[in-house]
């Protein structure tokens, strides 16, 4: 009997030492599915358009054919609230596919790396990465659009809103004519403070000015008080349902645009949540998305 139970123990431990050396499902490394290029079209991967303290940014690079004229190209900045996503989570470049645009589909340092302004600095290195090497991605450097949904949206926006205010610029010196073609906005944070102390109080702003929580600081990251005359072409989208980030925000950020007599188009989703929209609704956004380019001449 002795024995027997020796045994089992044996078995018994030899289980338990196996269980602990099977790796966890979070460790598995994750599934990216790969875009889908139309003929003709190359991918650069994972190609760095800037360094910071060890962080190596990277950007999926996505090209037309070369046909000896430059091309428009689409800088698209994922959503999360600053903490969370990646580049590898994007899709939906088919439309800019079938308009022979580029897309340069960039990654960003999220809070846990580094706290505002960390990625708006990075958002700018990309716009300036594409500016130096238009030549050999063959872009043109006049229709740049820079697009994003949510927290991407509110880069995108201060981005091509800074323009030529090279404040954010320091890690990527070198260019002194930034210019962006059009901005494409979808339930966009464009009042940091608001969002983080109105109606709907976000823990994600405090947490990602850090030390810098300050009415002053959230000024200087909230895309509509940069907003002037001459700001680029600006296309906006908002569910009118969204609990996450107020409607209010792209309302408030297209009323100024308007006021300063900056090309605007907004677009209300109705019943639209925080990117929970239907097949329908995002195929009617997508088509205004395409007609504003082709208004703005891109």
Aim: glycine letters at 10%; a positive charge.
């Amino acid at each position: 009997m002795k024995k027997t139970l020796i045994i089992l123990l044996t078995l018994m431990m030899g289980i338990g030492v196996h269980a602990q050396t099977v790796p966890a499902a979070a460790d598995s490394p994750k599934v990216v599915k790969p875009v889908a290029l139309p003929s003709g079209f190359t991918s650069q991967l994972n190609v760095v358009y800037t360094e910071v303290n060890g962080w190596k940014g990277r950007v999926d690079l996505y090209l037309p054919p070369n046909n000896g004229k430059p091309t428009p190209v689409i800088i698209n900045i994922h959503g999360g609230g600053w903490n969370h996503g990646d580049k590898e989570s994007q899709g939906g470049f088919a439309l800019y596919f079938k308009l022979g645009y580029a897309v340069a589909n960039m990654e960003y340092r999220l809070m846990q790396v580094a706290k505002a302004p960390g990625c708006v600095e990075d958002t700018r290195c990309m716009l300036i990465y594409l500016i130096k090497n238009a030549k050999a991605l063959n872009i043109d450097v006049n229709k740049i659009v820079i697009s994003g949904t949510s927290a991407g949206a509110h880069l995108a926006l201060m981005g091509g809103l800074l323009m030529n205010d090279h404040r954010f610029d320091t890690n990527c010196p070198g260019v002194d004519n930034i210019k962006v073609a059009a901005i494409i906005s979808k339930y966009a944070i464009s009042d940091v403070w608001d969002w983080g102390n109105g109606v709907i109080k976000s823990k994600s702003v405090a947490n990602w000015l850090g030390a810098n929580n300050t009415p002053e600081f959230a000024k200087a990251m909230s895309p509509i008080f940069y907003v002037n005359k001459n700001s680029p072409p600006t296309f906006v989208a908002h569910g009118n349902a969204d609990t996450t980030v107020p409607y209010q925000q792209s309302v408030d950020l297209h009323k100024k645009l308007v006021e300063m007599g900056v090309k605007t188009e907004f677009i209300t989703v109705e019943g639209g949540g925080h990117g929970k929209w239907t097949k329908e609704q995002n195929a009617d956004v997508d088509k205004a998305v395409v007609k504003f380019l082709k208004e703005v001449g891109i």
